[in-house]
């Protein structure tokens, strides 16, 4: 029996009804479960070696010159894999891909591009998705990247959930995004050791790019980026989590593997398998290696009621704290680097006024921020729409302009 069960067993005792009438009453957990992490990658490469603890993070640990992707015509590719730091300070292996333009110059501008990544399988990583010629799962900026590479830009594109994939360790993607950016700049065939830096990125992927931003000046101080620009955002996981709680609905799955994900990151602090009725544990286990397509349409139209064995978890403290420490709008560190900030003003599946709240707060901190609100009505077409003014600011940060401000 779990840890629950012992406890379910002498709240019993004391109340002298039996173990199996209260676990009726709250809920059986199933037995045995534990965090599902996702099937190792085949790829030998993906894994960490032996004397991983003895690097420093953001050391290159090997590279790997890649073949070409159609999707990306006219650059080279290079897999490289550096040691990067997960939520509890401990080494991890990560990787990133770069696409380095045939027109390249030595120490050109490098963009590190946080792609959207809504998996939890390895297959799901963006340099797995270069290749494998699934239109559900490319990279679907590829037009707007291109033209920044015509301009002689190398892109960076990190797999900045990690090797456990944990969807939803937002600050973990921001620290492997960072070391990502050092690792690329210690690569000598690349050329990029004195190049400047930029970062972009919409949802997941700009979660992971502003918490690199927040957090570069105390993880990563020594980098010099010259901006960052975010869209759509999900700056506080807790008023989603509470949102999404009983409500059904049709991108459930999406919260239920950002749950899969944050488990297999604190394990102890955020047991969502214990609590897990039959159905939720059949859908977590469906789920496991999933990419976006396979998650939404297991989650479509449920609730954390349909999976739930118990509730009980919205009442701890630490569970919360998990949330809480991924979510940017409670983070009290502030960009140093100038910020570029885009959003749908009724996006249906972020909450816009954690948005405006930490836009007030970096600004109240000096931070140089443009914000824009895009006419979509929605979430994924506001990527799109932001993109023409995201590449411009980017363009302004590398030609040494003034950052714009609407402070």
Request: hydrophobic content about 45%.
């Amino acid at each position: 029996m779990t840890c629950r069960g012992s406890v379910v067993g002498r709240i019993g005792r004391f109340l002298g009804v039996t173990t199996g009438v209260l676990l009726g009453l709250f809920g059986a957990v199933p037995a045995g479960a534990q965090p599902i992490y996702p099937v190792p990658d085949p790829d030998p490469f993906y894994a960490a070696p032996p004397d991983l603890a003895a690097h420093a993070a953001g050391d290159v640990l090997a590279v790997r010159a890649m073949p070409p992707v159609p999707a990306f015509p006219g650059t080279s590719v290079t897999l490289v894999k550096f040691r990067s730091t997960n939520s509890h300070g401990d080494p991890i292996a990560a990787t990133t891909t770069v696409l380095t333009p045939f027109t390249h110059v030595a120490d050109a501008p490098l963009l590190s591009y946080q792609h959207i990544i809504n998996g939890l399988g390895t297959q799901c990583a963006v340099s797995h998705v270069l290749y494998t010629g699934d239109p559900d799962k490319a990279v679907r900026e590829a037009p707007a990247l291109n033209a920044l590479l015509l301009r002689g830009w190398s892109i960076a594109l990190p797999d900045h959930l990690g090797p456990q994939f944990a969807y939803g360790a937002a600050r973990l993607g921001g620290q492997i995004t960072l070391d990502g950016i050092r690792a690329v700049r210690r690569v000598p065939e690349l050329t990029l050791g004195r190049s400047p830096v930029t970062m972009a990125g919409y949802s997941g992927g700009g979660m992971a790019t502003a918490w690199a931003a927040a957090l570069q000046p105390t993880y990563a101080p020594e980098l010099e980026i010259a901006g960052a620009a975010l869209g759509g955002v999900p700056m506080n996981l807790e008023t989603m989590v509470r949102a999404l709680w009983t409500n059904p609905h049709p991108a459930f799955g999406l919260a239920m593997a950002a749950a899969i994900g944050l488990e297999r990151e604190y394990p102890e602090r955020l047991p969502i398998s214990d609590y897990l009725n039959g159905r939720g544990v059949a859908a977590r286990d469906a789920m496991a290696n999933g990419c976006v397509n396979e998650i939404l349409g297991i989650g479509a139209g449920h609730s954390v009621l349909d999976y739930a064995a118990s509730t009980s978890l919205v009442d701890d403290p630490e569970a919360w704290k998990v949330v809480e420490d991924n979510s940017l709008q409670l983070f009290d560190g502030v960009p140093t680097m100038p910020i570029f900030e885009w959003h749908s003003p009724t996006d249906p599946l972020i909450p816009v006024d954690a948005i405006v709240d930490t836009d007030r707060r970096y600004c109240a901190a000096g931070v140089r921020l443009h914000s824009q609100l895009t006419p979509s009505p929605e979430h994924l077409s506001a990527a799109v729409l932001g993109m023409p003014a995201m590449v411009s600011w980017l363009d302004a940060r590398f030609r040494g302009e003034p950052a714009p401000s609407d402070c």
